[in-house]
């Protein structure tokens, strides 16, 4: 099981921007394989990609991240066991040098890690390798699935990112599936007889161009209903906000609203959405410097909401028990590729899991084929998984691989659902 070669490959992900692939073949003949994300909408405290810059590609080539895997990091874990994970993730961040992988990449070195889990995983799927053999009833995560894009997925169309459902109320992953195909038709079905233009937002979602914000939220709830769901018990509503994108000069400039808000005002903007509405998640509220208001938030309406911090956050260890002592969310929204390695991903989310959090394991907006992230949910046993929407190859990719441990569990698979929002019921 000890590592012999390292290939990387300049793949394409589903902006049609390239990202690295990376194989991983131990001495035995196993191979593992795995291919890089990338995000719009990023938190400053992330992993950093290395792309080559320049005008050619947009500067978004990565043939000096293949590099590196093919030369320097190939170097530090030739010989290494690709079972003992957390070494290999440590070779790595010595090999880098740097708090946030600047120097080799954190495309390259996530592509590496998660090549490794898969390799050790060996003639087994990798949520069974993660999982171990003790365990016989196996939880599968909630999905929460874009409806509408806006922000960094759909061109600043909304100032909001993400108006997704969360189908909490299925008997199974497979009926949870079968709920958001007839919700997101309906959506279209919506916003024609709205006459509303729209597109695909980069994740998959419809892109219409609401009057404001709120009328966003308001045409969310009305396609639950019309879809014939009750969004307190069956379907719930899930809002990325995404402050920290339209967060300058101390104020949260919204373009959509065609106002200004001071921070103040707008802690009361985002608390009137929850009275009104039956809001299950809402995550990154404020700014990403923001804590206090986070931790006033989530004091104030932990009890009827998931408080999900990415930008705040970016699936760091650190960040997750300062923000934990502090009271400051409820929720972790856990990316491998913002930690940078498998096992800084894992620590984050088990610091979450310690200070009696939820987690919601999470993709990126330029994704592929590569369904690790599926494995990992499943496999940490983390009750959530975040992907994008309810159409395009790279998204339904993930849904599908769920549908299919789903499948080959039989007896032994518990779908999660209401454990995770079922408690917060609202009148």
């Known amino acids: 099981m000890k590592i012999k070669s390292l290939s990387a490959l300049r793949v394409w992900d589903s902006r049609g921007r390239p990202t690295i692939e990376v194989c991983i073949t131990t001495q035995s003949g196993i191979t ?38 093919r030369t320097e990091i190939a170097d530090a874990l030739i010989g290494h066991d690709v079972r003992d994970q957390e070494a290999i993730d440590r070779a790595l961040e010595q090999c880098d040098g740097t708090p946030n992988f600047a120097r080799l990449g954190g495309n390259a070195t996530i592509a590496t890690s998660m090549a490794v889990a898969q390799a050790a995983a060996a003639h087994q799927p990798l949520w069974s390798h993660l999982l171990g053999e003790t365990q016989t009833d196996v939880m599968l995560p909630v999905p929460e699935i874009q409806i509408f894009g806006g922000g960094a997925h759909a061109a600043g169309q909304m100032d909001l990112q993400d ?18 195909a007839h919700i997101y038709h309906t959506a279209g079905a919506f916003l024609d007889e709205k006459s509303l233009r729209f597109g695909v937002a980069d ?42 994108q339209f967060f300058e000069n101390g104020l949260y400039n919204l373009a959509r609203d065609k106002c200004q808000l001071a921070p103040d005002e707008w802690y009361g903007t985002v608390r009137g959405w929850l009275d009104r509405y039956p809001i299950k998640m809402i995550e990154d509220p404020f700014d990403e410097t923001d804590l206090e208001r986070h931790r006033r938030f989530t004091q104030e309406n932990g009890h009827r909401a998931q ?25 972790l929204l856990c990316k491998p590729n913002q930690a940078g390695t498998v096992s800084r991903a894992k620590q984050a989310a088990d610091a979450a899991r310690r200070a009696g959090w939820d987690v919601v394991v999470s993709a990126r907006s330029g994704e592929s084929e590569d369904v690790s992230i599926v494995h990992f949910v499943i496999g940490w046993q983390m009750r959530q998984l975040k992907v994008g929407s309810f159409s395009r190859s790279e998204r339904m990719a993930k849904w599908n691989e769920v549908l299919r441990i789903e499948q080959s569990l039989g007896a032994r698979a518990h779908y999660a659902g209401g454990d995770v929002l079922g408690k917060f019921v609202r009148t």
């Open 32 to 69: 593992g394989r795995a291919i890089a994300p990338a995000g719009a909408s990023t938190g400053s405290g992330e992993a950093v990609d290395r792309r080559d810059g320049g005008s050619f590609l947009g500067g978004y080539d990565v043939l000096d991240a293949v590099h590196a895997v």
């Open 163 to 180: 108006f997704m459902v969360v189908p909490f109320g299925a008997e199974s992953f497979a009926q949870a599936m079968e709920w958001t």
């Open 203 to 244: 994740e998959g979602g419809y892109w219409p161009v609401f009057g404001s914000n709120e009328e966003a939220i308001e045409a969310l709830l009305s396609v639950i209903e019309r879809a014939g769901f009750c969004p307190n018990t069956q379907v719930g509503m899930s809002i990325d906000v995404a402050a920290s």
């Open 307 to 331: 408080v999900v911090g990415d930008d705040l956050l970016v699936t760091h260890v650190d960040r997750v028990e300062k923000a934990a002592a502090l009271g400051a969310c409820n929720t």
